[in-house]
């Protein structure tokens, strides 16, 4: 029962996890630059994204431009845009394949075939977090360089946006969920090796039968 409800506790962390995934990968602040310039009310933010760029007013307008074009784009762009969309994709692969194997469900078979699945999608899980935490290490990497660097103008300077923070967190639950599927069943495999079932020995029916002869003999 422990493990049933361990299990659906990770399952609930590894559906925010999945949420959080594709919401950063569609926002469109990863980067962030506040130009409020000499006048408050022609303050303009100005937010980059993987997909597409975009401009707030003060006013209350807002513009996106979308990103056509693929290989003017800088490289950890590209990287950040390829491994995301692989994290989603395992993620939600890793939502069905559990689905099938945790224990307070009726889909999946057996004990053994649920354990395996439910290993399976563990395993979808963490590769999942692993490719949501490097894109958005490397995007946090290049707009703190960019930030510190003194040739740069203080107007093109940003900072960290709300799409990476969300990255973060979202990883991190996808690692942790995983971590949790594939060790409650590793535990269970372990214990299966440690005390393996009793085998019970019964005698055939051809030493019954001679065991009776003998004895009518001394009779």
């Known amino acids: 029962m422990a493990s049933a ?4 506790f990770a399952f609930i962390l590894a559906l ?12 469109p602040n990863w980067k962030v630059n506040a130009d409020v310039g000499s006048n408050i009310i022609t ?35 590209q990287a950040a845009r390829t491994t995301m969309v692989l994290s989603c994709i395992l993620s939600a692969f890793g939502i069905c394949i559990t689905t099938v194997g945790m224990k307070c469900t009726k889909l999946g078979g057996n004990t053994d075939s649920k354990s395996h699945a439910c290993f ?9 977090g692993i490719f949501g935490l490097v894109p958005t290490s490397w995007y946090t990497r290049e707009i703190i360089s960019d930030f510190l660097d003194q040739t740069i103008p203080e107007s093109s300077k940003h900072e960290p946006g709300g799409a990476v923070y969300t990255g973060f ?36 029916t051809e030493e019954e039968s001679n065991t009776g002869y003998s004895l009518k003999d001394y009779v």
């Open 43 to 77: 303050a303009i933010t100005q937010m980059q994204g993987l997909w597409m760029d975009c401009t707030w007013y003060s006013t209350g307008m807002f513009s996106c431009t979308l990103k056509y074009s693929v290989l003017s784009l800088p490289i950890y762009i």
């Open 16 to 27: 925010f996890g999945v949420f959080g995934d594709i919401t950063a990968t569609l926002l």
């Open 5 to 8: 409800s361990l299990q659906f």
């Open 169 to 204: 967190i979202s990883a991190g639950l996808l690692l942790i969920a995983g971590v949790i599927f594939c060790t409650s069943c590793f535990k269970k495999q372990q214990g299966a090796w440690i005390y393996p079932p009793k085998q019970h020995h019964f005698p055939s």
């Open 120 to 128: 399976a999608g563990g395993v979808c899980f963490i590769l999942a």
